[in-house]
């Protein structure tokens, strides 16, 4: 992050699997047909691109991506194996 310069990455420490996130989208019903959810999709990427709400956005600590729906939905897969992963391995138990 820029605010912090020589503050190293969890790659950089030594710890390359470590992805620290918050991940924000929208979701719609699956069955919403092709053509509102491209409709949808570029209206939402187009307003967090919009430079007062990037400006708002990083001003409380958030990097503005606005990835596309495919790539939100990449994302959130691979954190679901991963820390399925990790509370399995740590044995997490939910009380």
Not at 4 to 12: D, K, M, Q, S, V
Not at 54 to 79: H, W
Not at 83 to 88: K, L, M, N, P, Q
């Amino acid at each position: 992050m820029p605010e912090f310069p020589g503050i190293p990455t969890f790659a950089e420490a030594g710890y390359p699997k470590v992805r620290a996130s918050n991940d924000f989208g929208i979701s719609i019903r699956s069955d919403t047909p092709a053509p509102i959810k491209a409709k949808l999709e570029e209206a939402y990427r187009n307003a967090v691109r919009r430079p007062e709400i990037v400006q708002r956005l990083t001003d409380i600590g958030l990097i503005v991506v606005g990835t596309s729906s495919a790539e939100f939905a990449r994302v959130l897969a691979e954190d679901a194996a991963r820390y399925t992963e990790v509370i399995r391995v740590a044995n997490v138990k939910l009380e």
